[in-house]
């Protein structure tokens, strides 16, 4: 089923997950440990990240060496565990950063092949590697023009003219939104703009980046809704599970911690500050179901104990 139908059919408050893929090499089967866990709550989907190529420094006996990382594999493939393993909706991201036009077409009629009709349209983090773009292909450098890709393969309409009888695909599209404003963006406001070419150009959803005060969230709704856009916007949230969080998050996601969050873990010891996270998050969680959101998403990368305390904590 399509996430906007979910959203749409739902009686019950709706928690969702996003993962990150192992690295490259690496065993899945933690992976498959944190999928057990987090597949008892029910999800109505599963986000998989994608990531596309790298810089990376490396401090070596010659000195600092800059490399090109090849980017982290099994998107796809863990998709289609998701969703003939579990049978839940797997939504894989979709990035407009580090790949072509052509190279997302090929992964979206993938996708098609194996009915998942979900994806998350995104630009994407600046890896600090632009890829070249060979002779003759082209690029998406927004994630508007990613989703009007996408409704133009939803319309039959692909890359090559002489496609004539391509079938149209079905996907459901949802597009990211910044509470406290991406970090490139001027202001707000003009945030809240990018948010709107999105849906106009076809984004059925929106899911907010993590925040831990939910005056943003709730100001950020507010804002779209003056501008007119009338998609959900579902909350994400991330559990804060260590006091190096406390810096590596805002400056990894561009996000502030409230004081009073900062202050209690600071002041705590290292084995409570799980706790103090999770019962962060459940205050959050409550206000915001108390407030009729759509829905609640959270970031968990491959680590289920927080999300498994804080549902205890939930009842849910």
């Keep these: 089923m399509k996430v906007i139908e979910h959203l749409e059919k739902a009686r019950n408050p709706l928690i969702s997950f996003e993962l990150i893929p192992p690295k490259r090499g690496g065993d899945i089967k933690g ?37 090109i990382k090849r980017k982290r594999p099994g998107t796809l493939g863990i ?14 991201h979709v990035l407009t950063k580090g790949f072509t036009r052509e190279e997302t077409e090929d992964f979206l009629i993938e ?28 690029k998406n450098r927004f994630a508007s023009e990613l989703v009007s890709q996408i409704m133009n393969m939803n319309r039959g309409k692909y890359l090559e003219d002489s496609l004539l009888d391509a079938r149209p695909t079905d996907f459901c599209v949802g597009v990211s939104g910044y509470p406290e404003k991406h970090f490139e963006a001027p202001n707000l406001k003009t945030d809240v703009k990018f948010v709107k070419e999105k849906v106009e150009a076809g984004a059925d959803y929106v899911v907010t980046q993590m925040f831990y005060d939910n005056a943003y969230y709730f100001k950020f709704v507010e804002l779209c809704k003056e501008v007119g856009i009338k998609a959900p916007i579902i909350p994400g949230l991330k559990i804060l599970t260590s006091r190096a969080h406390l810096t590596s998050v805002p400056k990894n996601f561009y996000i502030n911690i409230p004081d009073v969050l900062a202050d209690e873990v600071l002041a ?49």
């Excluded at 969703?83 to 894989?92: E, F, R």
């Excluded at 098609?112 to 292909?137: C, F, H, M, T, W």
């Excluded at 799980?274 to 179901?289: H, N, R, T, Y």
């Design 111 to 138: 996708l098609n092949y194996l009915q998942i009709q979900n994806v998350l349209a995104i630009r994407g983090d600046d890896s600090g590697y632009e890829k070249p773009i060979p002779e003759g292909k082209s």
């Design 268 to 316: 705590a010891k290292p084995e409570h500050v799980l706790d103090i996270g999770v019962e962060w998050a459940a205050k959050q969680v409550e206000e915001l179901l108390n407030n009729n959101v759509p829905s609640v998403h959270f970031y968990i990368m491959q680590n289920s104990k927080p999300i498994i305390k804080l549902m205890e904590r939930l009842k849910l």
């Design 79 to 92: 998709c289609a565990l998701i969703q003939n393993k579990y049978n839940i909706d797997a939504v894989p």
């Design 31 to 67: 992976l498959l440990s944190v999928l057990d866990d987090i597949t008892k709550y029910n999800p109505p989907f599963i986000d998989i990240t994608s990531h596309a190529a790298e810089v990376i420094y490396e401090e070596t006996a010659t000195g600092i060496q800059k490399k």
